[in-house]
């Protein structure tokens, strides 16, 4: 593996039970194999009650949602109100291109804890119930007409850790053949 690049922590959030927005935290801390310490989304099962409902026994691979706070920007350019926590991720980044990192990728936030992405977050129905219009705020295509997800990427737990508002984030990326991140 080597390490791309250099990032840091804007925000954290949890909230017990499964809601769509999450509360700012002044700390969270991961778990490995499960996720956020709290979170209505920790456990090594499934826990997207829509997923869960399909399969209660697949594996967790949304054990930590992340966003860009740059998405953050661009929405509010838009004319929408957005807050860390609203789109209900656990993580708000800044310097990270997060939806560029191949799958397998590895985030150390803070000084301890380890993530590995999983996957992109595919916009859904609820963000327009959250504020008209956000669903398709946050879709796009590409020069070869493909979906582009912008609603964050999902991660599960690799080593435990506590991380806060300011930490670094330390990119490394996985070895050999390099697979795009997908809607998990």
């Not at 980044?93 to 936030?109: E, F, K, N, V, W």
Request: aromatic residues 4%; proline residues 5%; negative net charge.
């Amino acid at each position: 593996m080597r390490t791309e690049s250099t990032g840091y922590i804007v925000a954290v959030c949890l909230r017990r039970g499964h809601h769509f927005s999450k509360t700012p935290s002044l700390s969270i801390r991961l778990l490995a194999g499960l996720g956020v310490e709290g979170d209505g989304h920790m456990g090594a099962l499934v826990q997207h009650r829509y997923d869960r409902r399909r399969d209660p026994a697949r594996p967790n691979l949304r054990q930590v949602h992340l966003i860009p706070s740059e998405l953050f920007d661009e929405l509010r350019a838009e004319g929408f109100t957005i807050q860390p926590g609203d789109l209900g991720e656990n993580v708000t980044t800044s310097g990270i291109d997060l939806a560029a990192l191949p799958t397998g990728t590895r985030l150390h936030l803070g000084t301890q804890a380890v993530i590995e992405l999983t996957g992109l977050r595919e916009p859904c129905v609820l963000m327009d119930r959250f504020q008209e219009g956000l669903k398709a705020a946050t879709e796009d295509r590409d020069a070869n007409g493909r979906a582009v997800y912008k609603a964050g990427v999902m991660a599960i737990v690799v080593s435990d850790g506590e991380v806060a508002a300011g930490d670094a984030i330390e990119t490394v990326l996985p070895e050999g053949r390099q697979r795009p991140l997908e809607p998990v």
